[in-house]
């Protein structure tokens, strides 16, 4: 089994910056893609920002310059650096992990439980 652990959340003033960490432990041969989710109340689960392990790296249109995804694979862990927050980023952000648990093993898609972020105006 895998587990996802987000970490970073809380609230802060319009303009400010907020760093998420998600660290993934368990049974992990190989990681490939990892990325960032958010859903606000009342609306549905949206991309925010996705990296392989190669490094390329994919936005919503949304958060383009002001976000920064990355990730460090010795520690299987991803991070959003959110810069210029806005009170329409606020929502619980999710982080999510494609992992190969073994080397003849498929790939599974794992979620974290998700961590608050909340931007006042």
């Known amino acids: 089994q895998v587990q996802l652990v987000e970490s970073g959340g809380g609230l802060v003033q319009a303009g400010g910056s907020l760093r998420l960490s998600c660290a993934a432990s368990?049974?992990?041969?190989?990681?490939?893609?990892m990325g960032w989710y958010r859903q606000a109340p009342g609306k549905q689960r949206e991309l925010v920002a996705t990296i392989t392990n190669g490094d390329s790296t994919n936005y919503a249109y949304s958060v383009k310059g002001r976000f920064t995804i990355s990730r460090d694979n010795a520690k299987n862990t991803v991070y959003l650096q959110m810069n210029s927050l806005k009170p329409e980023d606020t929502a619980v952000y999710h982080c999510?992990?494609?992992?190969?648990?073994?080397?003849?093993?498929?790939?599974?898609?794992?979620w974290g439980q998700g961590t608050q972020v909340t931007v006042s105006s």
């Open positions: 999510n992990a494609e992992v190969q648990p073994c080397s003849w093993c498929g790939k599974n898609n794992y």
């Open positions: 368990g049974s992990i041969f190989n990681i490939n893609a």
